[in-house]
Each structure stands twice: as C-alpha cells, then as structure tokens.
C-alpha cells in the first residue's frame, strides 16, 4: 500500500511537467507559482535571461493544440504517447516494463 502511494505522489499534476523547456537556454519550464510556470535557469539559477513567464492554462492550451493539429496522424501520436509516458513513468516501472524486450530494434 505505501508503494503505491508513493508512486501516486510522484505522477507529474501539471501537463507541461518535464515537457516545456525555455526557448532561450533550454532549462525546463517549472511552476513558479500558483497559476505561471517560467524558467528554472532564470528563476532559481540566474542564469538565464528569459523572465518571461506564462499561465498554466496558456501554456496547456498551446499543448493540446499542436497535439490536434500536429499529431493526428496515428504514428506520430503512438510516438508522442510513448515519450510522453516514458518521461513520466517512475524508472522501476520502465526497468519492469522493458525487462525481457530486446534493445535496439523497433
């Protein structure tokens, strides 16, 4: 039962997590306050000039829009789907999921 919890607690909340990367220095996108998500480089780091920041629901809007107007096709959204799920399964269930499939190959 605490595993399963635990695994519950590190599912990703927001669409955009681990996906959206900065424009300028490509440092991930994280949630900087209730409702924007901006740079971690420029936010926590200083490193990075970019203070732009955007709203959570702009930026899932701009999302699931290339999604419908750029993955329609049924391989590019199996693609999608797979890297979208890879990034954010928990790296023992990826070991457990992949163990016995040879690498390499399609």
Do not use: W
């Amino acid at each position: 039962m605490f595993a399963i919890n635990l695994l519950a607690q590190q599912r990703p909340r927001f669409l955009t997590t681990g996906i959206a990367k900065c424009g300028e220095c490509g440092s991930s996108y994280v949630k900087i306050s209730a409702n924007l998500f901006g740079c971690a480089a420029a936010r926590n780091r200083g490193t990075c000039s970019n203070r732009l920041n955007i709203r959570v629901e702009t930026l899932e809007e701009i999302i699931l829009l290339g999604l419908r107007t750029q993955l329609m096709e049924p391989d590019l959204f199996k693609v999608f789907c797979d890297e979208f799920q890879s990034r954010n399964e928990p790296a023992a269930q990826r070991r457990e999921r992949r163990g016995g499939c040879e690498t390499g190959g399609t």
